[in-house]
């Protein structure tokens, strides 16, 4: 391991290597990919809001258990969607704050379906644009002193929500352990995610076709007593189609029967409370916001600009689209470094 990455993984209070809040090189963040898979657990903090991450700045260390919001995603690019996934509440049943303690915004390596494709942003391009939707994050928290202040961005060499907790879990306990040597607080993982990989987290195709793997493996996932204790907090696809329930719908009835039968089996079966998974409203003018959508719109705009541009402004996903797609800094970025044309 290099000695940069060493003194990563080895932040603690009595030196630090360099402050984690100021934005990493490109050869940096390229350095910590090549060494993700050498060091154990494959989890790699690329940069923080500040050195403490994930202990507030505004309170002191306590073992008071820390709840920490996970969105993991491709982030090809961060869009407004992930913004306000990202910017979500503990939900009510939460048994205090709604209020994240800190804030997590995840990249992985080693996706159990998405490839890097020709025209999409490399690996250290959406690191560094995840960079800068923390930044967007931060500039939108009016305080400056919620969880949009204590918030970081990782890489992470595991393909499966299941796995990732795991990995996060001994990950972050290293990690409390290096910031001081009496600090052993629970850490509560919450997973923010959209409602197709809610479908994908229950597919049986990733566990070998086995509802009894499956089932095993989720109970590692979710369970208090002798799992990791992580929750999911699902975005519903239209907030206005499903008020009153406990597991999101999609499109078609067939669909909603399926997964929501497929759930209740194995929340009743394990014993587990149906507040594991949760519901969340992200408003409607982002709820249906991709990253496909993004850069199709950039795609077009780049050819619109090569056709004629006098033609009085572009069609649907043109410029006056995507650029309201994503966060300001993100915009930014995307214009600068000239990506998805």
Not at 28 to 55: A, C, K, N, R
Request: with cysteine.
């Amino acid at each position: 391991m290099s000695a940069g990455l060493h003194s990563f993984r080895l932040l603690s209070l009595k030196g630090l290597a360099f402050r984690m809040s100021s934005t990493p090189s490109s050869s940096f963040i390229s350095s910590s990919l090549q060494h993700l898979g050498s060091v154990d657990p494959p989890v790699e903090i690329i940069w923080t809001s500040h050195p403490l991450w994930p202990v507030p700045s505004s309170r002191a260390l306590s073992q008071r258990k820390l709840n920490i919001s996970v969105l993991d995603s491709s982030f090809n690019p961060p869009t407004v969607a992930h913004c306000a996934l990202a910017n979500t509440r503990r939900p009510r049943h939460a048994d205090s704050s709604d209020e994240y303690d800190g804030k997590l915004l995840l990249l992985s390596v080693r996706n159990a379906d998405k490839q890097l494709k020709p025209g999409d942003a490399t690996y250290t391009q959406r690191i560094e644009m995840m960079i800068q939707l923390a930044e967007d994050l931060r500039d939108a928290d009016s305080h400056g002193n919620g969880s949009n202040d204590n918030i970081a961005v990782a890489i992470i060499d595991e393909p499966t929500f299941v796995g990732k907790s795991r990995l996060l879990q001994i990950f972050l306990k290293e990690r409390l352990r290096s910031i001081s040597s009496s600090l052993t607080p629970e850490v509560d993982l919450t997973f923010i995610l959209g409602f197709d990989t809610l479908e994908r987290l229950f597919a049986l195709k990733y566990y070998d076709a086995s509802e009894d793997k499956m089932f095993k493996a989720l109970r590692g996932f979710f369970s208090q007593s002798d799992g990791d204790g992580s929750c999911v907090a699902c975005a519903r696809r239209n907030t206005s189609s499903y008020p009153h329930t406990s597991i999101p719908s999609p499109n078609s009835a067939s669909e909603t029967n399926s997964l929501s039968q497929t759930i209740s089996n194995f929340l009743a079966s394990s014993a587990l409370p149906s507040s594991c998974i949760s519901i969340i409203d992200i408003g409607e003018d982002v709820w249906s916001v991709s990253s496909s959508d993004v850069r199709e719109g950039v795609g077009k705009e780049s050819g619109a600009t090569e056709k004629s541009s006098g033609e009085g402004g572009f069609s649907k996903g043109g410029r006056r689209q995507w650029r309201e797609m994503v966060p300001e800094h993100v915009r930014r970025y995307i214009i600068e470094h000239d990506l998805y044309k």
